[in-house]
């Protein structure tokens, strides 16, 4: 498959990379590692990074002519299902490639890069960078840290359960490659500033206990109070993620009147399963589900609650 997308890559002048709506540092980084690989090694090529939404540490959201996505390849990065493609005029391009690593069968491209097991969308393109199929080709220091960035982005500097041998393998070949300085490329990723950091804690004390099951219900009226955005809240979920006691923990977001709901547990619970009854979906120890009432929200968080006081599997 890796060739398949390497001679795609080759057949085409234009190529239109895009990510998810709402991106986070795996779906940039990724992206920016892609257009970068590729302007490395054919530099007569045009690569754009669509999208509208912005990431907060870095961004890149080019303009795309739809004239430009009909006679592009697009390649769909970290984007689950069709409808999260930050830009639905992606499918009008000529052609598309999805690489990603989510659980979800919707093989929405000419070629579907998609492995599960992978930690980030990161690890699967650094793991395809790095494959004999790839060879002679240049991989840049730059690639390297986007790359680096991405991985650790997502698993919270290797901290998640979908981290593998493998990720901490091919994480450790970039940075080799780019001779990356890990600690500061951590603190860039990781370190909040100090009105973030002051935001963090005043969400942190909306932290609800039931159980061994932790949530924060954030209403538009504690966004606008707390002068914080949607994506900047929810990446909190990582601090109540800290918390020994708890097995299942979650932040659910008013969003026009409805929740858009993350999830996360420790190892033995599986969570996207009760995500999917709501119409979400992801991994086992990381899933969420959008637009749920307040009835839902409520039902949703009864199950995860009971679910909690389980032994873990
Ligand atoms: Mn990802």
Redesign the pocket.
């Given at each position: 498959m890796y060739t398949e997308i390497l001679n795609k890559i080759k057949e085409y002048d234009d190529i239109a990379i895009f990510r998810h709506q709402r991106p986070?540092g795996?779906?940039m980084f990724s992206a920016l590692a892609l257009a970068q690989f590729i302007n490395d090694n054919f530099p007569d090529k045009t690569v754009k990074v669509g999208g509208e939404d912005k990431f907060d540490l870095v961004s890149r959201n080019d303009d795309l002519s739809l004239a430009y996505i009909k006679r592009s390849l697009a390649i769909v990065l970290?984007t689950s299902t069709s409808e999260r493609i930050d830009d639905e005029r992606a499918l009008k391009a000529k052609q598309l490639i999805k690489i990603d690593?989510?659980p979800i069968n919707d093989d929405y491209g000419i070629i579907n890069l998609v492995d599960a097991k992978a930690s980030?969308?990161s690890e699967v393109l650094a793991a395809m960078f790095l494959s004999k199929d790839f060879k002679g080709l240049d991989l840049s220091a730059k690639v390297c840290e986007y790359l680096y960035c991405g991985i650790i982005s997502?698993t919270i500097n290797f901290r998640t359960t979908n981290v593998t041998a493998e990720t901490l393998s091919i994480a450790s070949k970039l940075v080799k490659r780019g001779d990356l300085k890990i600690a500061e490329l951590v603190e860039y990723i990781m370190d909040k500033d100090i009105e973030a950091y002051v935001r963090s804690t005043k969400i942190r004390n909306l932290l609800k206990i039931k159980s061994k099951f932790g949530y924060i219900i954030l209403k538009e009226t504690d966004l606008k109070k707390l002068n914080i955005s949607q994506a900047e809240a929810k990446t909190n979920i990582d601090e109540i993620g800290k918390i020994k006691d708890l097995q299942i923990w979650s932040i659910a977001i008013e969003n026009e009147g409805l929740f858009d709901v993350s999830v996360r547990s420790k190892r033995g619970h599986t969570i996207n399963t009760v995500c999917s009854q709501y119409g979400g979906g992801g991994h086992k120890n990381a899933a969420a589900a959008k637009k749920l009432s307040r009835n839902d929200l409520k039902k949703m968080y009864k199950t995860l609650e009971k679910m909690s006081e389980n032994e873990e599997i």
């Open positions: 986070d795996d779906a970290d690593h989510h980030a969308c997502d």
